[in-house]
T-cell receptor
Framework: DAGVTQSPTHLIKTRGQQVTLRCSPKSGHDTVSWYQQALGQGPQFIFQYYEEEERQRGNFPDRFSGHQFPNYSSELNVNALLLGDSALYLCASSPFGQGNSYEQYFGPGTRLTVT | DAKTTQPTSMDCAEGRAANLPCNHS???????VYWYRQIHSQGPQYIIHGLKNNETNEMASLIITEDRKSSTLILPHATLRDTAVYYC????????????FGKGTRLSVIA
């Protein structure tokens, strides 16, 4: 059973460019959450997708947007990249709303460097 | 902001028990205590969670004080592979409530 997968592993972009990161959730999971982890910090919640809609959002600007596909995979898009967007971007998946608390399963992350 | 306070770092000898403390004095009645860990260059990994009773699984034990204002994660026999950053998180009991991470405790297991 494949866990959460993310691509690419590493990415280098120039300030002002746009980037798309991809995530495939764990089998059986239909909810995807994205987190940003700056160096030396804990992960920070960006947003969550379920049924192809953004359901919750953290304190991130509109430059950060996402999409979820019918197969539950997801993309994170960041426009007009800033040097401060350099971070590890983590995707987490979980089943939605089954009345119990399920732990979120994290992927290995995509390391984005903005120069 | 994270609702928990943890020491920045701790050391533990290999084979000994690692006891990681966490303060969460403002925890609400409907919030659980969760523990995750993050091994270098990997995504966070769920360890255990609890409400008010002590919990144990194959990875660790969780001891929550009676007033629920603090807890301790116990790794009974730490190995070098347990070297990681450990995050204590309080969270409403809902599968899809976002996780609010602090800076965690960096545990170094020493041979």
């Amino acid at each position: 059973d494949a866990g959460v997968t993310q691509s690419p592993t590493h990415l280098i972009k120039t300030r002002g460019q746009q980037v798309t990161l991809r995530c495939s959730p764990k089998s059986g999971h239909d909810t995807v959450s994205w987190y940003q982890q700056a160096l030396g910090q804990g992960p920070q919640f960006i947003f969550q997708y379920y049924e192809e809609e953004e359901r919750q959002r953290g304190n991130f600007p509109d430059r950060f947007s996402g999409h979820q596909f019918p197969n539950y995979s997801s993309e994170l898009n960041v426009n007009a990249l800033l040097l401060g967007d350099s971070a590890l971007y983590l995707c987490a998946s979980s089943p939605f709303g089954q009345g119990n608390s399920y732990e979120q399963y994290f992927g290995p992350g995509t390391r984005l460097t903005v120069t | 902001d994270a609702k928990t306070t943890q020491p920045t770092s701790m050391d533990c000898a290999e084979g000994r028990a690692a006891n990681l403390p966490c303060n969460h004095s403002t925890i609400s009645g409907n919030e659980y205590v969760y523990w995750y860990r993050q091994i270098h260059s990997q995504g966070p990994q769920y360890i255990i969670h609890g409400l008010k009773n002590n919990e144990t699984n194959e990875m660790a034990s969780l001891i929550i004080t009676e007033d629920r204002k603090s807890s301790t994660l116990i790794l009974p026999h730490a190995t070098l592979r347990d070297t990681a950053v450990y995050y204590c998180i309080v969270r409403v009991y809902s599968g899809n409530t976002p996780l609010v991470f602090g800076k965690g405790t960096r545990l170094s297991v020493i041979a």
